[in-house]
């Protein structure tokens, strides 16, 4: 995987806490992360939780003669490949559009040859200030690049531009600054096509018909394929869940429409079919809120299945892709049942998981990958290193372009 390495910034605002989860996704991606965290960033985000994350010390005094002794400060300003400033607050911009060296986050800014990303954060006044408008415009010449700010509600209760960029989409601009040098990974050139989420179908304007799947599988796989360089379409049901970085997401609401996105998505080499679709929907939906009426008899449901979106993109054809996975949520004889689904369906792999538990929305999932050539048991793990090694197993099954 890559050695990329980034340096984070971390400044004295409200937003530093995201700081914290973009330690944890840039970990995730492979990317080495250093931390300088500034006195006033400190004041909203401790030393011990970014070490935590970063599995380094983090940086904070200048003129710190022991930290000066293991690592000098223009070293560290070349450390990384990228140096990113989260959040870049007014003050932190004004230094750097300056070329001010007062601590050593601003020193690292002057002293650094490597690009510099900044995700600015502060209150909506501040931000649209023509003092920091002009720093802006001074650091964009100088070459440094933005992500951000979002529009929307702020911490000090006022509403507009100045909201950090999430944490995802910082993550999204670090891996396309690094794109330029960046390995291009063993699914370079693969297009890809991931369902994840449940289904929702209509029984009126206000009620439907789903289950309980959160769409944390499926999103983490799109994730690490995304991350081993495929060209990732998810088609997603309805899910509380950001898109990954580097991943184009199609949300849908039903089987129907899912099976559409899916169809228009053709060809793709691999099908990675996640989603909990709903077997069944109404036979039709009603146009107007059901209304419960005294005395009156309960409604009755009539239901028709839906198309089986993994057994149609199965079919032989000019279309199918080269390898298509589907998954069997079982809750007894599970490598009998998912055997049987895999000759049913007419995919490639299955690959089966015990929902007897809590998968459902849990952090954990153990998986068994059912296959032509037989049955592999992969051990209990986070959902998103079920989904890399998934990933992994992909990049190896399909070889090098
Ligand atoms: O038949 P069952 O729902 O157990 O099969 C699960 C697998 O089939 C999953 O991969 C799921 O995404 C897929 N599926 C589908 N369309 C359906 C039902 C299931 O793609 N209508």
Redesign the pocket.
Known sequence: MSEKRVLLIIGGGIAAYKSLELIRLLTRADIGVRVILTAAGAQFVTPLSVSALSGEKAHGELFDLTEEAEMGHIELSRSADLVVVAPATADLMAKAAQGLASDLATTTLLATDKPVLMAPSMNVRMWLHPATQRNLTTLQSDGVTLVGPDDGAMACGEFGPGRMAEPSVILDAVLKALARDRSPGPLAGRKVLV?AGPTHEPIDPVRYIANRSSGKQGYAIAAELAVLGADVLLVSGPTDLAPPAGVRRVVVET?RQMLAACQSALPVDVAV?????A?WRTQTAAEVKVKKTQGAATPILTLVE??????TLSAPGPERPALVI????ETNDLKAHAAA?LAR?GCDWIVANDVSGDVMGGADNAVSIITAGGIEDWPRQAKEAVARALALKIAQTLGPI
């Open positions: 369902t089987a079919m996640v989603a909990a679709v077997d839906n198309p089986d979106i993994l057994a589907g998954f069997a949520a689904k369906k």
